[in-house]
């Protein structure tokens, strides 16, 4: 059915088909029918906005480890009191059960997912529709890459390379322990691996903030000539008071410049680049107007002690853990039934009114469209 319907558009150009198109492949592409079956009823349960569910998540993702090879400054592991740990033995099983009936199934949390035995178990033995990753690139050499696609049983879908520069100085201010010259031979070598295949596709994750806004461009570039897919831009989540001025909130102007620029290579390039908004610190009240929120119907976070979180931006809804409960129990309790209430509610958590991720600038068509729908009509 779907390649049927696949066909019948690619009869076709226009916009408004290749975007369906694309649409459709996000939603389905290497589903089963049973995850295509969950995938179709879970957008039919959650337009209704149901508090209880029969569908499962769509997308699953599993915090394989909270250990780490790097100290970066940005990450919350820096700042907070953290132990590294493997996600525990007992939850192989349960997750694996629960990719069943998941499109995608994304190997990362808080911690660096290729230096972890759980992520190479997950590869093996994941039955999720695909799989994604994000890693900081470092461990990612021409010999783990061979172990991972010899190892995945399923399609990988993308692979994100978390890099915040586009100069060995910058990056390394950034990423303590990093090597941005092996990070790059790393990026180049997985490029020509990749090169006469459809799948998986390479991004790059830029964190961006006052000391690397300038490079973004420069970085959009040298991407662009490595045969990068896209490059997905996130605004810095301060969790150090003594890193406040790393905000672009406090340097619109700045931010403007580097969007516009950058922007402007990645036409030139041909490349996809999703932007964040333009941070402003006078914009910052609580925005009751932004669009729904899909999370609580359509995705899960497990991290690596079992708990299961609604959200991987805030660990304030706090489900259950699946030591204790199957993730059916926890999957309708009485904290999600809460949160699928009011979330996208006239009175929405407070959490949920400072979310970016609802108000994020994104011309996606696939898995991100669903932030592309939270948009405000009148961000354009
Ligand atoms: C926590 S990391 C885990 C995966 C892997 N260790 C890595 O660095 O790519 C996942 C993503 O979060 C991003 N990240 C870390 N700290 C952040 C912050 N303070 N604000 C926004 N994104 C952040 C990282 O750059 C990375 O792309
Ligand atoms: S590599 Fe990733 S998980 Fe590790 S410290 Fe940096 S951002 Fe955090």
Redesign the pocket.
Known sequence: MHQMLLVLLSLNNMKFFTDFKEKLNGAFAFSNPRQSANTALNILERRRQQRRLRSRPVVVQVEVTSR?N?N?F????SSTPFIGKNLNKELIEPVVDLSKYSRELVL??????LIAKPFYQLLAKAKSGRIS?????LALNPRITQKILATSRRPIYSI???I?GASPDTYNSI?EKSDFERVWTNLTELSKQLKNRSYPKLWI???IMKRNAAELPQLVRKAAGLGVDRINV??????DRAHTDESLIWYPDLAAKSFASARAEAQEANIRLDLPVIPDKNKSQPNTQAKFCHDPWSYTYIRQDGTVQACCFTDKFYMGNLKEQSFEAIWNNKAYQTLRTSVNSSNPPVVCRHCEQRWREVNSNDDNSIYLKLRPKNLV
Do not use: A, H, M, Q
């Not at 940005?74 to 592991?77: E, G, L, P, T």
């Not at 990362?108 to 997912?113: H, L, N, Q, R, V």
């Not at 990753?133 to 690139?137: I, K, S």
């Open positions: 780490c790097l970066c940005i990450c919350s592991r990362f949390g808080y911690g660096e997912p990753f994000v890693t900081n690139g994100s390379f978390s915040d990423r994750d830029f964190v996130f605004n810095i989540v301060v969790w």
